[in-house]
C-alpha cells in the first residue's frame, strides 16, 4: 500500500477509535480531501493502470470501516438511497459528483409507503468529500470519467438499506449494491 494511503488508513482508524461520533467523521471526511487532491495518490489508485468500477482499498479489521476507490467510465445516476446504519463521505477526486438530498416527510423509517421530497443539490468537484449518516436519503449523478473515493462506517453488503422510487412514493430494501 502506497503512503498516502496507508497513512490515511491509519489516522482514520485512529480519529474513529479516539471519537465515535460525528467528530470522528468529520476528520475522516477532511483528510480524504487531502488524500484524494494528492495526484500520485489519485494516479496509484484510481489512474489508468487501475480497474474499471469499484475496488476495495482498505477494510479496517478492528472498526470495520472499508475504503473503496471508483474509476468509472460510463455515467450513471442512483436512485434515492440511503445506507442504513452506516455512514459514508464521497471525496471526489476526477470529473465530479452531483449530490441530490432529500427529505422523507411520512415519519416512517422502514420499507413501505415513502414520500420523500427534495432538500438540496450540490456538486462535489475534486478535492471535495461530503458526509452521509446512514439515514440521510441520497442521490448521486456522475458523467463518465468520474473517479472518487467512498468510505463507508462498514461493508455495505451487509447492512439493510432503503431505495426510495419517486415515482411509486415506495421505499424497497435494496437486494444488492446497485445504488451507490
Ligand atoms: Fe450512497
Not at 493502470?49 to 475496488?55: M, V
Not at 482499498?57 to 434515492?80: I, T
Request: net charge negative; with cysteine.
Amino acid at each position: 500500500m502506497a503512503d498516502a494511503l496507508k497513512s490515511f488508513c491509519e489516522a482514520s482508524s485512529a480519529a474513529l477509535r479516539a471519537d465515535p461520533g460525528p467528530g470522528g467523521r468529520e476528520q475522516v471526511r477532511r483528510m480524504v480531501e487531502t488524500l484524494v487532491a494528492d495526484p500520485e495518490f489519485v494516479e496509484t489508485w484510481l489512474g489508468s493502470e487501475a480497474p474499471l468500477g469499484k475496488r476495495t482499498l482498505y477494510e479496517d479489521a478492528e472498526l470495520g470501516f472499508v475504503v473503496l476507490g471508483y474509476r468509472q467510465d460510463k455515467p450513471h445516476r442512483s436512485p434515492p438511497h440511503d445506507h442504513g446504519r452506516s455512514w459514508a463521505i464521497y471525496a471526489q477526486a476526477d470529473a465530479y459528483t452531483d449530490m441530490t438530498l432529500y427529505r422523507r416527510l411520512d415519519g416512517g423509517e422502514g420499507a413501505g409507503p415513502a414520500q420523500i421530497e427534495l432538500d438540496r443539490s450540490y456538486r462535489l468537484e475534486p478535492g471535495h468529500a461530503g458526509l452521509y449518516d446512514g439515514p440521510e436519503i441520497h442521490a448521486i449523478d456522475y458523467p463518465a470519467g468520474s473517479r472518487y473515493v467512498r468510505i463507508t462506517g462498514c461493508d455495505l453488503d451487509r447492512v439493510p438499506r432503503l431505495r426510495y422510487d419517486l415515482a411509486t412514493g415506495e421505499a424497497k430494501v435494496i437486494e444488492s449494491a446497485t445504488a451507490s
